[in-house]
């Protein structure tokens, strides 16, 4: 069985009408574990030395310590709480945990993380730690790699990893999201594929397939998949227009020239936000069995 990470364990408060579908994730956890083909680990909390790397230390303290100024967690969109704290920690834990996964068996997910919108000294929409950026820098000092791509497929671009990033010679960072959609002021990518407005199947693949082309002749050592599936026409803040059966042909593109190429992906969650949630929910759910069958059947 196939050992994914979860952090739902964790709760956070979220005040009435609030527009984070906190419910999803635990919603995930159990739809896939209806298959029987997954097992289900808690996600350790990671630790502060390890985001220090990453993040200033003054920010992670006031962070972990609950003295952010208010216009930061306003930025961040949570209310501070001990339950964010645990959680947040938890998240990047997962991705670190699915990364040793991934290291040593060619995959591994996390039922969370994903969290793109954080720069080194502050968060924004819903990102506190940059969870894919401190897994980055755990495969450098511990394992030595030199060539790490990060594939990010939320509707929203990773502007947080591509600032962390810019100018490293070490890290492909591929952003693929919605033109006009948030962050309104976009930062560099190594590559930044940007789609109109009620873009569809046939033409967000055909933009799919060269850039993962590009990440592949860099010869990344490892490769982050930042599957988000805002990107599905019923969701809320999308403004894409994909159906469930694109987003699959997404993650097999994706999961597929991993395989191929014999690198080894560790998969996060990132923004999902359909109404109802189920429709989010299923597509989350898409994208592990995708990988259950590519890398552990005969996909």
């Known amino acids: 069985m196939r050992r994914l990470f979860y952090t739902d364990q964790h709760a956070i408060e979220l005040p009435a009408g609030h527009k984070f579908p906190v419910t999803k994730y635990s919603k995930l956890r159990a739809v896939l574990a209806a298959d029987g083909t997954f097992e289900f680990v808690p996600a350790p909390l990671a630790a502060r030395e390890v985001i220090e790397r990453v993040h200033e230390a003054e920010y992670v303290e006031r962070f972990l310590s609950g003295t952010l100024p208010a216009q930061m967690m306003r930025r961040i969109g949570f209310p ?19 990364t040793r996964e991934a290291f040593d068996h060619g995959w591994g997910g996390t039922l969370a993380g994903g969290t793109h919108h954080a720069f080194r000294a502050e968060g924004a929409g819903f990102c506190v730690f940059n969870d894919i950026a401190v897994a980055v820098e755990w495969l450098r000092r511990e394992l030595r790699l030199r060539r790490i791509a990060v594939v990010d497929c939320d509707v929203h671009q990773g502007d947080g990893t591509a600032q962390i990033f810019n100018g490293d010679e070490g890290v492909f960072t591929l952003s693929l999201h919605g033109r006009k959609n948030f962050p309104f ?23 799919l397939r060269p850039a993962l082309d590009a990440v592949f002749a860099f010869k990344p050592q490892f490769v982050y998949f930042q599957s988000g599936v805002d990107a599905l026409a019923v969701d809320r803040l999308g ?3 994909l159906t469930h059966a694109g987003l699959k042909r997404r993650d097999e593109l994706v ?21 109802p949630i189920k429709a989010t929910v299923q597509a989350h759910a898409t994208t592990f069995r995708t990988a259950y069958v590519i890398f552990d059947g005969a996909g």
């Open 239 to 241: 403004r894409l227009a």
């Open 185 to 207: 002021r976009k930062q560099s990518s190594r590559l930044d594929i940007e789609l109109e407005d009620g873009t569809g199947d046939d033409d967000y693949l055909a933009a």
């Open 255 to 275: 999961l597929r020239s991993c395989r191929d190429h014999h690198v080894p992906v560790a998969i996060t969650l990132g923004g999902g936000y359909s109404d």
């Open 80 to 98: 501070w709480s001990e339950g964010l704290v645990r959680r947040t920690l938890a998240s990047v834990g997962g991705t670190l945990a699915a």
